[in-house]
């Protein structure tokens, strides 16, 4: 069965150095808070524990397990979690800090979360350059997986009270730092030796792109990489995979839940969110494994459980 999850009080507090510490030290003890950027208000969660990003998307209502943007506080963390090549070095020198999110290769031995991937092998990072979203990063000294903090489907929030109409009851904590000066997503772009692709179009334009790099900048997407804010198609294994199995037969790797054990099990107790943190890394372990053939254990699809339903049936979908 799912944790319990009763309603949760959520304070808005001012943003200053004691609003900071209390939002550094509930992002420690797992929770997500919502908290400023230039662009709009994201729910930011430690990127590299996998239940704390998936509280992010039971308190967003997230239908699916898209790519999450990671927020670092400066170019040495961001060369830590991805590659940056000589096109994406230049983009950086140029627009961070500020609006823009690139598509990277994910760095050997990132500790980012599975989970805040897809499980893909590209990272989505970006350096911010508000205040308070700095403030949190140095103070927790910590990659921040940070989506808009609004219910999923709804406007994203560009000030404190669109937040608390939102998510109230849902997060313990949202930092008021005043309305998001730009108000609007950060571009999202794929760079690339030759050129650069525009996956999401932001505040820094095709042409600003260019202007940087001397090279052309592609828009509209091709569906070869997936990015947040893109209706795409998430990391698949390459094996046939079954759902709703109570046991495997000789061919498959069983991936288990609550009393259903498995060969590996996204979570033992039955936790939703503990199981919707270990799905990638699962899915990863079964693709990877001598058998041909994957088998799922069945979920309840009530809160979270309804997005690890759709990331598993597109797991399933076979063309």
């Given at each position: 069965?799912?944790?319990?999850?009763?309603?949760?009080?959520?304070?808005?507090?001012?943003?200053?150095?004691?609003?900071?510490?209390?939002?550094?030290?509930?992002?420690?003890a797992?929770?997500?808070?919502?908290?400023?950027?230039?662009?709009?208000?994201?729910?930011?969660?430690d990127?590299?524990n996998?239940e704390?990003?998936?509280?992010?998307?039971?308190?967003?209502g997230?239908?699916?397990?898209?790519?999450?943007?990671?927020?670092?506080?400066?170019i040495?963390?961001?060369?830590?979690?991805?590659?940056?090549?000589?096109?994406?070095?230049?983009?950086?020198g140029?627009?961070?800090?500020?609006?823009?999110?690139?598509?990277?290769?994910t760095?050997?031995?990132?500790?980012?979360?599975?989970?805040?991937?897809?499980?893909l092998?590209?990272?989505a990072?970006?350096?911010?350059?508000?205040?308070a979203?700095?403030?949190?990063?140095?103070?927790?000294?910590l990659?921040?997986?940070?989506?808009s903090?609004n219910a999923?489907?709804?406007?994203?929030?560009?000030?404190?009270?669109?937040?608390?109409?939102?998510?109230d009851?849902?997060?313990?904590?949202?930092?008021?730092?005043?309305?998001?000066?730009?108000?609007l997503?950060?571009t999202?772009?794929?760079?690339?030796?030759?050129?650069?692709?525009?996956?999401?179009?932001?505040?820094?334009?095709?042409?600003?792109?260019?202007?940087?790099?001397?090279?052309?900048?592609?828009t509209?997407?091709?569906?070869?990489?997936?990015?947040?804010?893109?209706?795409?198609?998430?990391?698949?294994?390459?094996?046939?995979?079954?759902?709703?199995?109570?046991?495997?037969?000789?061919?498959?790797?069983?991936?288990?839940?609550?009393?259903?054990?498995?060969?590996?099990?996204?979570?033992?107790?039955?936790?939703?969110?503990?199981?919707?943190?270990?799905?990638?890394?699962?899915?990863?372990?079964?693709?990877?494994?001598?058998?041909?053939?994957?088998?799922?254990?069945?979920?309840?699809?009530?809160?979270?459980?309804?997005?690890?339903?759709?990331?598993?049936?597109?797991?399933?979908?076979?063309?």
């Amino acid at each position: 069965m799912q944790r319990p999850n009763p309603s949760i009080a959520t304070v808005i507090r001012p943003f200053d150095d004691a609003a900071i510490k209390d939002a550094a030290t509930r992002i420690s003890a797992g929770e997500c808070v919502a908290i400023p950027t230039e662009t709009v208000y994201g729910l930011a969660a430690d990127a590299t524990n996998g239940e704390a990003v998936a509280s992010v998307y039971a308190a967003k209502g997230r239908p699916s397990f898209n790519p999450l943007i990671v927020h670092v506080p400066d170019i040495e963390m961001a060369r830590s979690l991805a590659e940056i090549d000589t096109v994406a070095e230049k983009l950086a020198g140029q627009f961070w800090p500020g609006p823009l999110t690139m598509v990277l290769p994910t760095a050997k031995n990132s500790p980012v979360a599975d989970i805040v991937t897809a499980g893909l092998n590209t990272i989505a990072i970006r350096i911010p350059a508000h205040p308070a979203m700095q403030a949190l990063l140095r103070a927790t000294g910590l990659p921040l997986a940070a989506p808009s903090a609004n219910a999923s489907g709804r406007i994203s929030p560009t000030q404190a009270e669109h937040v608390r109409m939102s998510l109230d009851g849902k997060i313990g904590l949202i930092i008021d730092a005043g309305p998001s000066s730009l108000g609007l997503e950060s571009t999202i772009i794929a760079p690339g030796e030759s050129g650069v692709r525009m996956l999401r179009p932001g505040p820094i334009t095709a042409e600003h792109i260019s202007s940087a790099t001397g090279l052309p900048t592609e828009t509209g997407s091709t569906g070869t990489i997936t990015a947040p804010g893109q209706l795409a198609t998430h990391y698949a294994p390459a094996k046939p995979v079954r759902l709703d199995a109570s046991s495997s037969e000789p061919d498959e790797w069983l991936i288990g839940f609550g009393a259903i054990a498995g060969d590996a099990s996204l979570s033992e107790s039955g936790d939703l969110i503990e199981a919707a943190a270990n799905l990638f890394g699962c899915l990863h372990e079964a693709d990877a494994s001598e058998r041909p053939k994957i088998a799922v254990a069945p979920l309840p699809r009530d809160g979270i459980g309804e997005a690890i339903a759709d990331r598993l049936a597109r797991a399933a979908h076979r063309d």
